[in-house]
């Protein structure tokens, strides 16, 4: 079992910042690619962001690039999600998952989640 746990959701204004957090415990973290997914409300759960194992893969939705970055930190089992230039289409509930195959955009190539992190972004 691995059990993730995120934070760093809050209230933010449209424009600002926010890093969210996974902290994962129980098995190996070793070896997991690391995602993250994010549901609005009457929304699916979609993929948001992904990074391998080494760091050296990361993926990204279209309408997070250039302003969203995930990072890992292997050593304190702990991954990240920095969040910039938000806007309110980028509230929802942010899931942090684990896999043991590639960075995969379906949520049911996961078996572990967090129970989810809410980020709000006002306009």
């Known amino acids: 079992q691995v059990q993730l746990v995120e934070s760093g959701g809050g209230l933010v204004q449209a424009g600002g910042s926010l890093r969210l957090s996974c902290a994962t415990s129980?098995?190996?973290?070793?070896?997991?690619?690391m995602s993250w997914f994010r549901q609005a409300p009457g929304r699916e759960r979609d993929f948001v962001s992904g990074?391998?194992?080494?760091?050296?893969?990361?993926n990204y939705v279209d309408s997070v690039k250039s302003r969203f970055t995930i990072s890992r930190d292997n050593a304190k089992n702990m991954v990240y999600l920095q969040m910039s230039s938000l806007k309110p289409e980028d509230t929802a509930v942010y899931y942090c998952?684990?896999?043991?195959?590639?960075?995969?955009?379906?949520?049911?190539?996961?078996?572990?989640w967090g129970q989810g992190t809410e980020v709000t972004v006002s306009s």
């Open positions: 998952a684990a896999t043991l195959v590639e960075i995969s955009t379906d949520r049911r190539a996961y078996d572990y």
């Open positions: 129980g098995r190996t973290f070793r070896g997991y690619t």
């Open positions: 990074i391998s194992w080494s760091g050296a893969r990361t």
